[in-house]
């Protein structure tokens, strides 16, 4: 089973209000990323945490924050949101190494009014 | 810091015949890892196919192919026999690890696909 499950599957939120987007994965994988996705651009890589230890991407470092309880299980949180989060969030999970491939799950539509 | 470039915005094809695409990255790693993911029409980012950068040998996985050209830093994908359902968007990405361990993927802007009967 290659399953990371996302929800909710589409999200409103109004311009200021906090957002919480969830993800899980069952393959005892180690590192889970987040990734941004918007029309017409590559995915950008917000942060990762690979075991218990959270890496946030320079560029985006004040704007997201994450939380892991467990292996499985990973947040993505968004203090107050703006127009220009509006985005697909699409997030991943790998085993460490890196020849490893990432399986991303089907993402969370996020539109903020 | 690494770059994947896909300077083809989109491709059109006919049904059962082959389909490629041009993908060059850059990087400072001696060694490196290079993967092509599509995105379907419900948004849903698939892995296809894995290059390690040590290995002479193009990877192939059913009917997706790579054309390996390491002195160019580019990393082809090749679809033969193409499907209606091969329609999409298809990504190009990179590995890197920085610190001694694994950082994510690096994503050109995609290419789409569109195959038509």
């Known amino acids: 089973d290659t399953t990371v499950k996302q929800n909710p599957r589409y999200k409103l939120a109004r311009v200021g209000k906090p957002v919480n987007l969830i993800c899980s994965q069952t393959?005892?994988?180690?590192?889970m990323y987040w990734y941004q996705k918007k029309p017409n651009q590559a995915p950008k890589l917000l942060l990762f945490y690979y075991d218990k230890i959270l890496n946030r991407e320079a560029d985006t470092f004040e704007k997201f924050q994450s939380s892991r309880p467990n292996n499985s299980f990973c947040s993505l949180y968004i203090g107050s949101a703006g127009l220009e989060y509006s985005a697909m969030y699409l997030c991943?999970?790998?085993?460490?190494?890196?020849?490893?491939?990432?399986?991303f799950g089907a993402g969370t539509r996020l539109s903020v009014l | 810091a690494q770059k994947v470039t896909q300077t083809q915005t989109s491709i059109s094809v006919m049904e059962k015949t082959t389909v490629t695409m041009d993908c060059v990255y850059e990087?400072?790693?001696?060694?490196?890892?290079l993967f092509w993911y599509k995105q379907t029409a419900s948004g849903e980012i698939v892995f296809l196919i894995r290059?390690?950068?040590?290995?002479?040998e193009n990877a192939t996985v059913g009917h997706y192919s790579l054309n390996f050209q390491k002195p160019k830093s580019s990393i082809g994908l090749i679809i033969t026999a193409t499907q209606i359902e091969d329609s999409a968007v298809y990504f190009c990405a990179m590995r890197e690890v920085r610190n001694n361990y694994a950082q994510g993927l690096t994503f050109g802007l995609g290419t789409r696909v569109s195959v038509f009967p």
């Open positions: 290059q390690d950068s040590y290995k002479k």
């Open positions: 990087t400072q790693d001696s060694s490196y890892f």
């Open positions: 393959m005892n994988h180690d590192t």
């Open positions: 991943a999970s790998s085993r460490a190494g890196s020849q490893n491939t990432l399986y």
